[in-house]
C-alpha cells in the first residue's frame, strides 16, 4: 500500500502540538475496503447490478450495510434510499429497417446493421415510409450561429445524423463548437432532444468509432435489451417515435443508393451554412414494446453538519452497471468492477475517512445513485428532486471508474476550465506532488457521460476527475496502454473484472485528494460558482440569488 502524505510542510517542520492543532493527519484511505467493495460489488453473485433486478436488492442492502458500518447516518429524513420510478422499455418483433426509394432498396438488420429503440411508452412503434433527411450534425445552436434545421421540415420524417460535433477533428480547442472538445451538442442525448423538438418521427445517429468514443459492440450492448428512463408524467410522448443507431458502412450505402457519397456530405456538414438535405429515399420500421413500470434506489448517507446542516458537500458514484450482456468468450455478466464497483469502494472508503474525522460545520452526504448507465437517471430523479436544497448544496466530487493501474505525477479534470473547484483542486494536487492537467481527449465527451453532469445543468458544480496517465512506474506509455486496454477490452464487456493484482496506490492518491477536497468545503464557508463565460454560471447564479447565506 502506497500512500501520499498530504500534510502542508510548515505542518511537518513544526511540533506534534501545532500539528495536532492546525494539520489534520493524513487521511487514511483503506486499501482493504477498496478491495473488498470492489471485489464484493463486481461478484457475479451481483449479477452486472442491474437495477429492477433482485441483483439490485443485493447491491442496495450491501452499501447500506457499509454506509452504517462506516458510521453514516441514513440521508433522507431516517430513510438510506430515495425511490426512483423507472419505467423499462423492452423491444420485440422488430423489423429490419428498410430503406426504399433509391436505386437499390435497402434492408438493415437489427443489431448487425441498426439498432432502434424508443422513449415513447407505448405498446407499438410503426413508421412507414417516412422521409428520409440528412441533417448533418443535426444542432440548432443559435448562441453559436448554427442551425442544421434552418429552412427543412422534418416533421414526421426520419432523420440521419452525425455523431460528435463539427469541429471534431480539430488539433485544439478552437472552433465554433469547442475545437476537438465535445460539446453538449456532440452527445446523443442531445441530437434526439433537438430531433423530438423539431418533430422527426425518427431520429437515427451514423455511428463512427472515433468521434463516437466507443466501438459498435458498446451500441449493441447498450441499445438492445431493456431500455429504461424516468417514468414521468406525459410518458415521453413528446419524443420522436424511434431513435437508433446505424453502422457506418450502412449510411454509406443508403448515400449512395441516394445518388450521393458520404464523405462528402459529412465534409458539407462540418462546414457553416450547411443545409439538411432531403436524401428522396423512405424509411420503413416497425417494433412492439413490453412495458414494465418499477422503482429503482438512490442510497444515501450522512454525517451531518454541527453549525450549517442545510449545507451540503456531496460525494456520488453510481451502483448499477449493465447486469446480463452479450456473453464474450462464454461469459455473459457485465460486471462492472472498474465502472463502477470502484467508484462506489471509494465511496465507502471516504465514508469512513470521513466518519472517523468527526462531522464538519456543513454536512457531508455521500450518494451511491442508480441508472446511470441507462442515462444519468438516479442522479438526474435526485437533482430535480433533492433531499437538500440545490441552492445550498456547495458542490462535491463524483467517481466513475477509479485507477487500478497505480500512483500517477498527474490528475486530470474532465471538463477542464469550468469551475471554481479547480482553483481548490490545484493546491492539493500539488501537495501531492502532481499537476493537474487537463482531459487529454476532451473530444470524448467524458464530462456529459457521468452523474455530476445531472448536477452541473443546474448549476452545482461537481469536480471529475481522477488520476492521469503518467504513472510513477511506467511513465505515459504504460498509462496510456492501460488506458487503451480497458476501453478496447474490457470497458462495458465481461471482461471489466475484479483483478487482486491491482494497484490501488493511484486510486488512494486521488480519494486522498477528495477527502482534503470536501473537508476545505465543508468546513469552509465558500461557495465554488462556475468560471465566467461557462453555461452553467447564470443558472448558478439565479439559484444562489435570494438564498439567506449564513457567511
Ligand atoms: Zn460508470
Known amino acids: 500500500m502506497r500512500v501520499s502524505l ?5 505542518a511537518l517542520l513544526s511540533t506534534t502540538a501545532a500539528v495536532a492543532q492546525t494539520a489534520p493527519a493524513a487521511p487514511d484511505i483503506s486499501v482493504q475496503t477498496l478491495r473488498d467493495v470492489t471485489k464484493t460489488l463486481s461478484s457475479d453473485d451481483f449479477g452486472g447490478r442491474k437495477p429492477g433486478t433482485p441483483d439490485e436488492t443485493k447491491t442496495i442492502d450491501y452499501i447500506v450495510q457499509r454506509f452504517k458500518a462506516a458510521g453514516l447516518q441514513p440521508g433522507n429524513h431516517g430513510s438510506w434510499f430515495q425511490d426512483v420510478p423507472v419505467v423499462q422499455i423492452t423491444a420485440k418483433n422488430l423489423t429490419p429497417l428498410t430503406i426504399t426509394g433509391g ?32 441533417v448533418g450534425y443535426g444542432i440548432d445552436a443559435p448562441e453559436r450561429g448554427w442551425n442544421d434545421y434552418a429552412g427543412v421540415d422534418v416533421k414526421g420524417k426520419t432523420v440521419i445524423i452525425l455523431v460528435n460535433d463539427p469541429d471534431w477533428q480539430s488539433s485544439d480547442l478552437k472552433g465554433p463548437f469547442e475545437g476537438k472538445a465535445m460539446t453538449y451538442y456532440g452527445r446523443w442525448t442531445y441530437k434526439y432532444e433537438e430531433a423530438a423538438r423539431q418533430g422527426a418521427a425518427a431520429a437515427i445517429i451514423v455511428h463512427q468509432t472515433a468521434p463516437a468514443a466507443y466501438g459498435w459492440g458498446v451500441v449493441q450492448s ?3 435489451g431493456p431500455q429504461q428512463e424516468l417514468d414521468v408524467k406525459g410518458d415521453h410522448m413528446d419524443q420522436s417515435q424511434a431513435i437508433g443507431w446505424m453502422q457506418k458502412d450502412d449510411a454509406e450505402k443508403l448515400f449512395a443508393t441516394a445518388g450521393k457519397d458520404f464523405a462528402t456530405m459529412e465534409a458539407a456538414a462540418g462546414k457553416k451554412g450547411f443545409h439538411a438535405v432531403p436524401l428522396g429515399l423512405k424509411a420503413s420500421v ?3 414494446n413490453d412495458i414494465a413500470r418499477m422503482k429503482s434506489h438512490n442510497v444515501i448517507g450522512i454525517l451531518p453538519g454541527t453549525k450549517r446542516p442545510d449545507e451540503t458537500v456531496f460525494y456520488t458514484a453510481h451502483w448499477d452497471h449493465l447486469g446480463h450482456c452479450d456473453p464474450v468468450d462464454g461469459d455473459g455478466i457485465c460486471n462492472g468492477a472498474r465502472d463502477n464497483a470502484s467508484g462506489v469502494a471509494g465511496l465507502v472508503a471516504l465514508a469512513e475517512a470521513q466518519a472517523k474525522a468527526g462531522p464538519a460545520a456543513r454536512t457531508l452526504a455521500f450518494m451511491s445513485v442508480t441508472d446511470e448507465e441507462a442515462g444519468l437517471l438516479g442522479s438526474e430523479y435526485y437533482a430535480e428532486h433533492p433531499i437538500f436544497p440545490l441552492s445550498k448544496m456547495v458542490g462535491g466530487v463524483n467517481m466513475d471508474v477509479l485507477n487500478t493501474d497505480g500512483a500517477t505525477k498527474d490528475f486530470v479534470i474532465t471538463g477542464y476550465g469550468k469551475s471554481e473547484l479547480e482553483d481548490l483542486v490545484k493546491p492539493l494536487a500539488a501537495a501531492q506532488g502532481r499537476v493537474v492537467e487537463p482531459e487529454p481527449d476532451p473530444e470524448r465527451g467524458g464530462y456529459f457521460r457521468s452523474d455530476h453532469f445531472s448536477f452541473a445543468k443546474l448549476g452545482v458544480p461537481m469536480l471529475d476527475g481522477g488520476s492521469g496517465e503518467d504513472l510513477v512506474n511506467g511513465g505515459t506509455a504504460a498509462g496510456h496502454a492501460a488506458t487503451l486496454d480497458y476501453i478496447e477490452h474490457r470497458y462495458h464487456k465481461p471482461q471489466d473484472e475484479y483483478n487482486p493484482d491491482w494497484d490501488w496506490s493511484g486510486a488512494v492518491q486521488d480519494l486522498q485528494l477528495y477527502y482534503e477536497l470536501g473537508r476545505e468545503l465543508a468546513d469552509g464557508n465558500a461557495w465554488p460558482n462556475w468560471y465566467q463565460g461557462t453555461e452553467f454560471r447564470a443558472i448558478r447564479d439565479k439559484s444562489r440569488a435570494g438564498v439567506a447565506t449564513n457567511e
Do not use: C, E, G, H
Not at 498530504?6 to 510548515?10: D, F, R, T, V
Open 6 to 10: 498530504l500534510l502542508p510542510m510548515a
Open 103 to 134: 436505386k437499390t432498396p435497402l434492408s438493415l438488420d437489427y443489431r448487425k446493421d441498426m439498432v432502434v429503440a424508443t422513449y415513447r411508452v407505448t405498446p407499438r412503434i410503426d413508421i412507414k415510409n417516412s422521409d428520409i433527411v440528412f
Open 222 to 224: 447498450s441499445w438492445t
Open 286 to 288: 416497425s417494433f412492439d
